[in-house]
């Protein structure tokens, strides 16, 4: 090791070559626990991704539902949200973000309101059951600040987004596609 010397006192200079130096603020942060972390902030930037094509395909003029356009954009908005947090955790704990690919949604045409939500829907209970496995992780691991962070910020928020989108997609099946899908982003989606 290498010390400097600046006025008066001494700093030790690490090799730059030398592994990187572990963050002095992580203390019971298991290398799995921040792995599966890393792996959580790319299933919510995915959805954010997903939501936001969804956004502008009824955004476009030849679909034209402003109001689920809307809905899928603020989702999309929540999902990336959701991905900065778990980024302000991983620092937080003294883990390291390490971003990863963003898998490019499955179409680009959704269809009708109905097929959106129920792929929607679907890609909401993916992400509750990561979220539980991520729960899972860090309770065998002892982590109690991350098993309680996921239970406050997003256990409850999930259940609630399933059962919003299960009600969606139930109204969406009575009312049907064209006029129907009209009346329902007029009313359903109105401020």
Do not use: C
Not at 73 to 80: A, F
């Amino acid at each position: 090791m290498v010390t400097r010397n600046f006025t008066g006192f001494s700093f030790p200079i690490t090799n730059s070559k030398q592994s990187p130096i572990m963050s002095l603020a992580r203390q019971n942060y298991h290398s799995e626990v921040e792995a599966a972390v890393n792996k959580q902030i790319n299933i919510e930037l995915y959805a954010s991704y997903v939501y936001l094509s969804m956004s502008f395909y009824f955004d476009r003029d030849d679909v034209a539902l402003p109001n689920i356009a809307k809905f899928f954009k603020n989702q999309s908005d929540e999902e990336r949200e959701h991905a900065t947090e778990l980024m302000r955790v991983q620092n937080l704990r003294g883990g390291r973000v390490v971003l990863q690919d963003i898998q490019k949604p499955d179409k680009d045409e959704w269809g009708t309101a109905l097929k959106a939500f129920e792929a929607a829907l679907a890609l909401e209970k993916f992400n509750n059951e990561s979220l539980l496995k991520l729960h899972s992780t860090a309770g065998n691991h002892n982590d109690a600040h991350l098993t309680d962070f996921i239970e406050e910020k997003y256990l409850d928020e999930q259940v609630k987004s399933i059962n919003e989108f299960a009600r969606i997609v139930a109204n969406l099946k009575r009312v049907g596609p064209g006029v129907g899908e009209y009346v329902f982003d007029k009313e359903h989606f109105s401020d």
